[in-house]
């Protein structure tokens, strides 16, 4: 706790957050400096305390002091007393009760204790399909602030300095996006036609948010549209006041119709309140938004083919430059941005660049927000500091790999992403680290392995995701990928040929060169990573036609072993192709010729007498 | 006025260019295949690909297509490294991989160095040409230039491209005779593998 | 009706009686998450439970809402329970069977049901 004479943990769970604990934070620290007394006392936020209906709650070190129910009235008089003169204030002390807690408090279970939300703020308290909820924990506050006491320069500086980048994989600094695009100088015909669906009134200029969201295992921002639709609301308007824009889209992919009826729901009631449409809260500035569904492309996560998509053309990318700020939607200035980009905006001005750069790391500020699923113990949705090292995602919050097997690998990035291998597991999560490991941040999905997987499969999985949704424009992504996905195929079905893992790299190194956007120029990630970090999986299925995770079908065979097996029958009686022969009582043979490698029998002997080599 | 640097030799220019353009003003040969100078850029086919390196920082080279890519001032550009090279022999390999009998293809190939036949080829140029494995028939590059042309010059759109990924072909709507083609020949014209042909009704 | 910002802090003050329970005359809250997680796993037969449990019991004491996901997603069907005066426990894995017993023991009686709850207070805000 450093050399402080006191330290100040104020609680900063969500249920002291809605009783105003961050003013009386601010006020607290304003009072300390008024004092001149920032050397010797620290003033930090902690996780729930469990003393929801006491809060807010500041706690004393070393004293052990507890304090409650505090408003930012009562903070001068207790800085003077307690901290300067020495007495702590009776009337606002609070003894909690001596026996510990009968069940572990939130901040003391670590997939909740070390996380810290604020794209997911609102998450699990509020009814997504009641904008009351929304404003009664503070929602609009920040649009309110930046409209009557902001010019947009100012916003756009003000999230330059928090240090927001974007949230959808390529990092890119927002503030500067969004200044791009402000800059703008506005192009042609005003009274350009709109697009696909219900003609949109045309504007100068546009913002986008990309609710399209395609790569598998990822769902953060399915959750944040469908949990707190106008988190994403207020941030885009906050953007669309900044940029200059008087129209947006939410592109949100078809296959989440229960986060677009959520939105849409949101949509009707922001319009209701006239925080969308003309003149909002009294002020001159009009901005609507109209929803655009996908239509099962992942290509169209890529800008420029979702403006094409939006457009009513064929998806497919653009050559940039010129870039979307120039020139976007129908040729006008648009910004896109990712849902957990926008929804990181209101709670940058509301609580000011210097908090939010306070978090993370230097080239990386603020959370992410993971889904962390696979080979783990606790799936689910986690937003965590940048910087946060990728074995306490795994092992900390994940509560580690079950059945008590062993961990192997993380995949971060989905399709264009890697593999971080155990060695590695010390990375700190941020967008130049997991490039230096050969990965990359991606939008956040995290898929933990174990030595169940087969990395080689991997690779192929990943590779005929990409293959089937390239778009096809390019020669390298529409004919390459179909070519490494032919050779990974090989592999795991036993043909692969010495040589093969060198074909792989170049041809991927090769295919990440040459291809036009960002879907062929990462198409070869898996593979190049796996190669890099488990190549022995690869030389065993290339040269000893072995699957060492046992996965590949190809590859593997089922016996059963004399030892265990008691001829009970269940396996032969559930065997789809009648494969198995053997009296009972007696030791039980698979016929090698005839097993279709289903695993039925691995799965209904009792007696743990099925080997899969 | 601005100034480009294509394989060493310096061009001044004032008017918007593209590599490709700047090039073509040096008497600089690039090979193309989707270019076709009467219609918007593509950057599709990337065989066109060269390195174009800023002067702040000249070792941090791009490919970059040069028929899309504006020329800058003070833009470095090389378009005979090992690195294009190397680039372009991938490109055409696909190519002769999907096409091998096409005689263009096999035409440019050659003049690339790179030989049809595949003799002589890296363990990516072998694959391509002697393992891959063999697909239909067709001399179709997907270079969209005949649905480009028709968009833009009779303005008809009677083609598009269908489906995508390796799946995508040329098509008119619903794979049914072009209610809007005229039969202006634009299409044929413009084929680079002669792939479109016009016959008589 | 169209919205001026000093609307906001109105709209605030109204929704502390009704969705916070330290001033509302509540005694309870009942919260289930229904996210798409927890809708696949069943979530919407707790609430359904739960609303048959408080409309049987006749009591206009305690508030029945949903939200979304909570993030724990491999633990739903889950349910926040917020007793006036205490800090809010999340109880995980629920069934019809389970949210009964958590009704009447933890609702209705006010002791928490330990082998049902996960944990007791909030989560931490950046």
Same mark, same amino acid.
């Given at each position: 706790m450093g050399n402080y004479r006191f330290n100040l943990l104020v609680c900063a769970g969500t249920g002291c957050v809605s009783n105003n604990a961050f003013k009386v934070k601010t006020v607290l620290e304003k009072e300390i400096e008024k004092h001149k007394l920032q050397d010797e006392i620290q003033v930090i936020t902690t996780g729930c305390n469990g003393f929801c209906a006491n809060g807010p709650i500041v706690v004393v070190k070393p004293d052990d002091i507890f304090y409650q129910l505090?408003?930012?009235?009562d903070i001068p008089g207790l800085v003077e007393e307690h901290?300067?003169?020495g007495r702590p204030v009776q009337r606002l002390m609070y003894t909690p009760a001596k026996d510990e807690a009968p069940i572990p408090k939130m901040s003391d279970i670590p997939f909740f204790g070390k996380q810290q939300l604020?794209?997911?703020?609102n998450r699990g308290l509020i009814?997504?399909?009641?904008?009351d909820e929304y404003i009664a924990l503070g929602g609009y506050q920040a649009l309110a602030k930046a409209l009557t006491e902001m010019t947009p320069e100012q916003v756009i500086e003000e999230i330059q300095a928090a240090g927001l980048r974007g949230r959808?994989?390529?990092?890119?600094?927002t503030g500067k996006k969004w200044e791009f695009c402000r800059n703008a100088p506005v192009t042609g015909d005003s009274s350009v036609p709109g697009g696909n669906g219900d003609s949109p009134p045309a504007a100068e200029k546009y913002i986008i948010c990309?609710?399209?969201?395609?790569?598998?295992?990822?769902f953060m921002d399915r959750s944040i549209v469908e949990s707190d639709p106008h988190a994403l609301l207020e941030g885009m308007l906050i953007g669309a006041y900044a940029i200059g824009a008087s129209h947006g889209f939410i592109y949100i992919r078809a296959e989440y119709p229960l986060a677009l009826e959520r939105l849409t729901q949101g949509l009707e009631q922001a319009r209701e309140y006239g925080l969308?449409?003309?003149?909002?809260l009294g002020t001159d500035f009009s901005f609507d938004i109209s929803v655009s569904k996908g239509a099962?492309?992942?290509?169209?996560?890529?800008e420029t083919s979702l403006i094409g998509s939006l457009e009513g053309k064929l998806p497919e990318p653009r050559v940039r430059p010129p870039y979307p700020a120039q020139?976007?939607?129908?040729g006008k200035p648009t910004n896109i941005n990712n849902v957990e980009t926008w929804a990181n905006v209101p709670h940058i001005i509301n609580r000011g660049a210097d908090w939010f750069s306070s978090i993370g790391t230097d080239t990386s500020k603020g959370t992410k927000v993971f889904s962390l699923v696979g080979?783990?113990?606790?799936?689910g949705l986690v937003e965590v500091p940048m910087g946060i090292t990728m074995r306490e995602i795994v092992f900390d919050i994940g509560g580690?790999?079950?059945?008590?097997k062993k961990f192997k690998a993380v995949q971060t990035g989905g399709p264009s992403g890697g593999c971080i291998p155990e060695s590695l597991l010390?990375?700190?999560?941020?967008y130049e680290s997991l490039v230096q490991a050969g990965s990359i941040m991606g939008s956040g999905g995290m898929i933990v392995m174990d030595e169940g997987n087969c990395m080689v499969e991997v690779a192929r999985y990943f590779v005929s995701f990409t293959q089937e949704e390239?778009?096809?424009?390019?020669?390298?992504c529409r004919e390459g990928t179909w070519h490494m996905l032919n050779i990974l195929e090989n592999i795991t079905q036993?043909?692969?040929?010495?040589g093969d893992i060198e074909l792989l790299e170049k041809m991927g190194k090769y295919i990440k060169e040459t291809a036009l956007c960002g879907l062929g120029n990462t198409a070869p990630n898996p593979v190049l990573t796996t190669i890099r970090y488990f190549r022995d999986e690869y030389e065993a299925h290339i040269r000893?036609?072995?699957c060492p995770a046992g996965v590949c079908k190809s590859l593997i065979t089922y016996s059963i072993d004399p030892e265990n097996?008691?001829?009970?029958t269940v396996c032969a009686k559930n065997c789809p192709v009648a494969c198995i022969s053997g009296e009972r009582k007696q030791t039980h043979v698979i016929d090698q010729e005839k097993c279709?490698?289903?695993g039925m029998c691995y799965s209904v002997?009792?007696?743990?007498a099925v080997r899969v080599r | 006025m601005a100034k480009i640097t294509i394989d060493g030799r310096d061009l001044e220019f004032e008017e918007q260019l593209t590599i490709l353009e700047a090039a073509k003003k040096l008497q600089i040969k690039i090979p193309t295949l989707c270019?076709?100078?009467?219609?918007?850029?593509?950057?599709?086919?990337?065989?066109?690909l060269v390195e174009a390196a800023t002067q702040a920082a000249p070792e941090r080279s791009r490919l970059v297509p040069a028929c899309t890519a504006p020329a800058a001032d003070g833009m470095i550009v090389v378009t005979n490294s090992e690195r294009v090279l190397a680039s372009r022999r991938f490109i055409i390999e696909l190519f002769l991989s999907r096409c091998p009998e096409s005689e263009q293809i096999r035409k440019l190939a050659a003049e690339m160095g790179v030989d049809p036949n595949g003799q002589n080829l890296d363990v990516v140029g072998q694959y391509l040409l002697k393992r891959a494995p063999k697909r239909e028939?067709?001399?179709?590059?997907?270079?969209?230039l005949c649905v480009r042309v028709c968009q833009q010059i009779?303005?008809?759109?009677a083609l598009s491209l269908k489906e995508r990924g390796i799946h995508r072909r040329v098509t008119p709507p619903f794979e049914?005779?072009?209610?809007?083609?005229?039969?202006?020949g634009s299409c044929a014209y413009v084929c680079p593998t002669k792939t479109i042909t016009i016959e008589e009704a | 009706m169209k919205l001026k910002p000093e609307d906001l802090n109105k709209i605030r003050e109204r929704m502390k009686s009704t969705s916070r329970l330290r001033e509302a005359e509540g005694k309870a809250k009942i919260n289930v998450h229904l996210g798409t997680c927890g809708i696949a796993s069943g979530a919407r037969e707790i609430l359904h439970t739960f609303l048959e449990l408080v409309e049987a019991s006749g009591a206009d004491d305690v508030l029945v809402t949903t939200s979304g996901?909570?993030?724990?997603?491999?633990? #739903?069907?889950m349910a926040t329970i917020e007793i006036a005066g205490q800090a809010p426990v999340k109880y995980v894995d629920l069934t019809p069977e389970k949210a009964k017993k958590v009704f009447e #023991?933890?609702?209705?009686?006010?002791?928490?049901v330990k082998e049902y709850a996960l944990a007791v207070g909030s989560e931490r805000l950046g």
């Open positions: 505090l408003t930012e009235e901290f300067l003169k604020i794209a997911l703020a009814d997504p399909e009641n904008i959808g994989g390529a990092g890119f600094p990309n609710a399209d969201e395609g790569d598998p295992g990822a969308l449409g003309e003149g909002i099962g492309a992942f290509v169209c996560g890529e020139s976007g939607y129908m080979k783990v113990n606790n799936t580690g790999i079950p059945d008590g010390d990375t700190p999560v941020d390239s778009c096809g424009k390019c020669s390298p036993g043909k692969g040929q010495e000893e036609k072995r097996c008691t001829g009970c279709i490698k289903c002997c009792n007696f743990d | 270019y076709n100078e009467h219609l918007d850029p593509y950057g599709g086919c990337r065989i066109c028939a067709t001399n179709c590059i997907l270079c969209g009779p303005e008809r759109y049914k005779v072009a209610e809007s083609c005229i039969g202006c | 996901c909570a993030g724990l997603c491999k633990r #739903e069907p #023991e933890h609702i209705k009686g006010g002791t928490v």
